[in-house]
Each structure stands twice: as C-alpha cells, then as structure tokens.
C-alpha cells in the first residue's frame, strides 16, 4: 500500500531506505540491490482498532525493522537528535527524533551504513526488542556500490520529515501508538557534491510500559 505522498527519485538507492532503520521493511545498502529485513518487537497488550481506512497497516499487522546495525563510528556531520532531549511522552517528537537518527549517515565516520541503526540502539531511542533485533542483523561493515561512490565524495545526509497521519491511523492507547512521516534523504559531499533525494513514507509503531511513560520507537514499517 503506497501512499499518495510518499515518492522516489530515478536515482534512489538502498543506502537512502537504509536503516533499519525504516523499513517496505528496511532496505540494506548493496550493489544495486534492495535488501529488506523483517522484525518486530510486538506489544502485550491488546491493540486498538483502526480509526478508518487507508494506507496505515492495521495494528495486527507485523512491523518490519527501519535499519541493519553495525558499529557507529563517531558523529555524523551536523550532529543527530539526542533522545535525553525530546520530551519522551510526546510520541510525536520520539518518533520524528528516531526517524532523523536511523536516516542520518555520513561516510567520514561511520564503517558502513548500518552504523545509524546501532546508533539509534544505543541511544536510548528503541525499545530493548526493536534494538536487539537491529543488534543482530549485522550487515556488511563497507557497503555496496552506492556506499563507495558515497564515500568518494565523503558524502553525508541530511534528512526531511513531514507529517502525514490520515484518518486510518490507529488509535492511541495507553501504551501504542502509530505516527506516519514522510522522510526525505539528501547526500551531500564535503566536496559540493549533492546526489539525488530520495523519499518515503514511513509508518512508525512506538510503545511505552504505561500511561505518563517514556515512548520509545518499537519498530518502522516503509511504504
């Protein structure tokens, strides 16, 4: 189900739907090649109903990881949003702050483009599920193709969101809730170089132990 704002350049490539995390499943960097990775880490409790019809996946419906890991080598290029500075009931500002974290790479510090996933991981931004499922999906370290040609031009991202929730979207409940984003990737070398932008919607699952509780992102799933 693709929706109707969600879009890809000619030029899109796996690296730009990488990460996870984010998700038709999350797409691994390779030669030219998508990869998608499935996982999620999945709510006891019951979940709401969906509030109308549209492109969001029901809350029964699996919810595929945003990004393969791998080892964060330092701190991208203008920097990615710390969870310790969102305020972390607002399932919105969670959600857009992982989102930005698990899209964010940059070739003059990390191994490889699963880097962002383990970054978000370790920073606190996921559930312990949704981490470990990233932890351990341990992607190729240099990537494919694209990654070098990347690293050419010692490129890194910047990264766009939109809100897009529509009517379909569940309903919150006291421990889930669903957001939608439309993400937008940008390459961008040290050298002037700027490659072409990809973008995407992403929807993301988020939960929390209890009503006044942190959120935290319990999976992403790509459109």
Not at 32 to 49: I, N
Not at 53 to 66: A, H, K, M, N, Q
Not at 175 to 186: G, S
Not at 189 to 209: C, F, H, K, P, Q
Request: proline share 8%; glycine share 12%; hydrophobic share 40%.
């Amino acid at each position: 189900m693709i929706h109707p704002l969600a879009r890809r350049t000619a030029a899109a490539s796996a690296l730009t739907l990488a990460l996870a995390l984010a998700v038709g499943g999350c797409a691994r960097p390779g030669d030219g090649d998508d990869a998608r990775a499935a996982g999620t880490e999945r709510s006891a409790s019951p979940r709401p109903a969906a509030s109308g019809t549209g492109p969001y996946p029901t809350p029964s419906d699996p919810v595929e990881v945003s990004a393969p890991p791998a080892s964060p080598a330092g701190t991208p290029k203008g920097g990615v949003p710390r969870a310790a500075d969102v305020r972390r009931t607002d399932p919105d500002a969670v959600g857009a702050g992982a989102l930005k974290v698990l899209w964010t790479f940059d070739t003059a510090v990390d191994d490889g483009p699963s880097a962002a996933g383990l970054r978000a991981a370790d920073a606190g931004w996921l559930t312990t599920g949704y981490a470990d499922q990233l932890r351990s999906r341990r992607a190729d370290s240099v990537g494919g193709a694209q990654w070098r040609e990347w690293k050419g031009h010692r490129a890194y991202t910047t990264v766009g969101l939109t809100a897009a929730d529509d009517a379909a979207r569940p309903a919150d409940s006291g421990d889930e809730a669903w957001r939608q984003w439309i993400v937008t990737t940008t390459p961008r070398g040290r050298d002037n170089w700027r490659g072409e932008a990809t973008t995407i919607a992403a929807y993301v699952r988020l939960t929390r132990s209890g009503p006044g509780k942190a959120w935290q992102v319990a999976g992403v799933q790509l459109q």
